[in-house]
């Protein structure tokens, strides 16, 4: 089995990348649905977020309210920290769960671990190939703007809580540009998956 880490910042179009690959025929593991996974209303990390920030980071139905924590942690590095600290040892432990169950029962699969944090977490021993999705800071701040309806000030402020593109770029194996348009993201998606399934 084939493990590829296919990260980016936060509005690089690292969505649109996992689609493709998962139409070339690559199992996909999405980092931000385990996120979502391990935080499901009464699990452990629930309820060790419930306890350190209270329940005004919940919905009424009890749910964490992902936009309410999310603009109270980003307001605050350290809540971020403290954040991260409960949520990671979960979902990497789940991530895990997933590839071991992968690597038993699709031994000849090609699986792409979809993980915006990968270099962050320090995950990426987990995976045999890093793949980034790059676009330029100022194109990156603009469609995080219009994606997430945020201000300049905080959309800037999401993007500094990750490690910059350019240094990300510097770790990758393969680099995917994503600055043009669909079309041409998918023609270098489609050559590096042709260059895997040659290769193995």
Not at 47 to 75: H, M, N, W, Y
């Amino acid at each position: 089995m084939r493990v590829i880490g296919l990260t980016g910042g936060i509005a690089s179009g690292k969505s649109l990348v996992s689609r493709f690959l998962r139409e070339l025929g690559a199992i996909i593991i999405d980092a931000d649905q385990v996120a979502r996974d391990v935080v499901r209303t009464g699990s452990p990390a629930w309820r060790q977020i419930v306890q350190e920030f209270g329940e005004t980071v919940c919905k009424p139905d009890g749910s964490l309210d992902r936009k309410a924590l999310g603009r109270f942690v980003f307001s605050d590095t350290s809540k971020l920290d403290k954040l991260n600290r409960i949520t990671h040892p979960y979902i990497i432990s789940e991530i895990k769960r997933l590839l071991d169950g992968y690597r038993k029962n699709f031994p000849d699969a090609v699986v792409v671990l979809d993980a915006p944090l990968l270099l962050e977490v320090g995950i990426e021993g987990m995976v045999d190939e890093v793949w980034v999705v790059y676009v330029d800071y100022q194109t990156q701040l603009e469609r995080l703007m219009k994606r997430n309806g945020l201000s300049s000030k905080e959309a800037a402020r999401r993007i500094s809580s990750q490690i910059p593109l350019e240094e990300k770029v510097k770790l990758a194996d393969h680099v995917i540009d994503n600055r043009g348009d669909p079309e041409e993201t998918f023609l270098q998606v489609r050559r590096l998956w042709n260059s895997l399934r040659c290769n193995k």
